[in-house]
């Protein structure tokens, strides 16, 4: 990463302000000091190119909005802790500097002043002429939030005002929502309800569904045999996922 060795080098030599500037400076600022005596890794000590900082916006706004999302509910817990790491290690497979970076990033934004939506706005406002790489950071916004196995309530939340200021539309999130959606989502889907719904809700809205599509109940509007067959179809994916909540609920 060729912007990184240019701000160990102390080359970063730009104002970038706002919350992201904030951010990077409090980091770089410090993360690369040596002890007296020692000499620092090789360096590139040339000034930064457009791109390289454009590089270093991308990732500290990465990183930042990261540890926003982590920390939505008041606290950062060992398990969003952990599904951050794993995208460092697994997804980016980042070098030991790089790692440290990005922590000391993420760790920095958990106590930052800013907003999510600061950030998000910055990074639009920087990369507002180039969709494919909102779309990238929605995605790993995304990505980073299933990791535990599902998106928590106000991580949707914040996804999707990143998504609004990012002027991407509502079906375009949900495309790529739908690229992380559990096989469990799925099921729900078919119910017609949603996670947060409660289990009296989810078993009103069950039979209700049985009631609607049980073959019986069809054969007896007279309908055609086509729409029969149909009927038993959709009788059998609503028993399916009906079940397939019911004991990941726990329900009896």
């Not at 060795?5 to 500037?21: D, E, N």
């Not at 959606?181 to 989810?202: E, F, I, K, N, V």
């Amino acid at each position: 990463m060729t912007w990184l060795g240019k701000v160990v080098g102390g080359t970063i030599g730009f104002a970038l302000g706002g919350p992201i500037g904030a951010v990077a400076g409090a980091v770089f600022g410090h993360m690369f000091d040596e002890p007296e005596g020692q000499q620092p890794g090789a360096v590139d000590s040339s000034p930064m190119s457009a791109s390289e900082t454009s590089q270093m916006i991308f990732f500290t706004a990465c990183f930042s909005m990261l540890g926003k999302l982590a920390k939505v509910d008041g606290s950062l817990t060992d398990s969003e802790l952990a599904s951050v790491r794993q995208f460092m290690a697994a997804d980016l497979q980042l070098n030991s500097q790089s790692r440290r970076a990005a922590e000391e990033i993420f760790q920095a934004s958990l106590n930052s002043p800013q907003s999510f939506d600061d950030f998000a706005r910055q990074f639009y406002g920087h990369f507002h002429d180039q969709p494919q790489l909102l779309e990238l950071m929605l995605d790993i916004l995304i990505r980073v939030s299933v990791a535990d196995g599902r998106m928590h309530e106000n991580e949707e939340r914040l996804i999707h005002s990143a998504a609004i200021i990012f002027h991407f539309s509502e079906q375009s999130l949900q495309k790529l929502k739908s690229r992380y959606a559990p096989q469990s989502d799925t099921y729900y889907q078919t119910l017609g309800c949603s996670r947060t719904d409660s289990d009296d809700t989810l078993k009103t809205r069950y039979r209700k569904l049985v009631r609607d599509y049980h073959p019986d109940t069809i054969a007896s509007k007279g309908l055609p045999d086509e729409f029969v067959v149909f009927a038993h179809d959709k009788f059998r994916e609503i028993q399916e996922a009906y079940d397939a909540v019911k004991k990941e609920r726990g329900l009896v």
